[in-house]
């Protein structure tokens, strides 16, 4: 079954502490990943996906086929990255988005 | 900066009641997507839309869900006759490309029946 796992559903970190949001998956195939973040009063907006190995606001991903994992990292966290963060798999690459249930990430000062 | 826009963005119904939840999707996009949200749950994909019909729908998107493109820039979702279980946000995303990897979403509807 395809599913994508986000074990913390709150994360609580200080400022300048390192991040790791864990995102774990089960698909048998070749999936894409993705993260999205969701600021407070804001729409869903792409953060990254792994096809395109970029570092985006700090944060950056790395798809591990051996643990299926797409955990997201950033070594220095600021306030406002306070948001709630999706982890996503896009199955066969048509964009039915398979969601895990979100972290949030409270940024504390 | 183009955006996705949803209106309403929140509706109240009573139960059984049609409702029509309507999005505008960024103008050069082509394909157009319904995802969902129960409060408390994960974002739930509900139905996929390119070149004028349903590319790809899940089980959640039964027959009392349909979408339409009415007049080549709105992308509606029309819910029958709804349910208590359909209270949830509802969230339009549109792309340029079925490949690019990036879905822009809107801002969200939400749905409360009562």
């Known amino acids: 079954a395809q599913r994508v796992t986000q074990p913390e559903k709150l994360l609580s970190v200080f400022k300048g502490a390192p991040v790791e949001l864990k995102c774990n998956y089960s698909?048998?195939?070749?999936?894409?990943l993705f993260w999205y973040v969701q600021y407070s009063r804001q729409r869903l907006q792409l953060l990254l996906r792994h096809i395109s190995r970029e570092s985006i606001k700090g944060f950056t991903a790395d798809l591990n086929k051996g643990e299926t994992s797409f955990h997201l990292k950033k070594p220095f966290a600021q306030e406002e990255d306070s948001a709630m963060y999706y982890c996503a798999l896009s199955p066969d690459s048509n964009y039915q988005l398979i969601w895990g249930a979100g972290t949030k990430l409270i940024i504390k000062p | 900066e183009p955006e996705v826009t949803q209106t309403p963005s929140h509706q109240v119904t009573q139960m059984g009641q049609e409702v029509i939840l309507r999005c505008v999707p960024i103008?050069?996009?082509?394909?157009f997507y319904w995802y969902r949200q129960i409060l408390g749950q994960k974002v739930e994909f509900l139905v996929s839309f390119y070149n004028n019909e349903i590319s790809e729908k899940s089980e959640i998107f039964d027959d009392q869900f349909s979408v339409e493109r009415p007049d080549g820039s709105n992308f509606t979702l029309k819910i029958r006759s709804t349910k208590l279980e359909d209270s949830a946000m509802y969230f339009c995303?549109?792309?340029?490309?079925?490949?690019?990897?990036?879905?822009?979403f809107g801002e969200g509807s939400r749905l409360t029946v009562l």
């Open positions: 995303a549109s792309s340029d490309s079925e490949n690019t990897g990036e879905l822009f």
């Open positions: 103008s050069n996009h082509l394909y």
């Open positions: 698909y048998s195939g070749s999936p894409e």
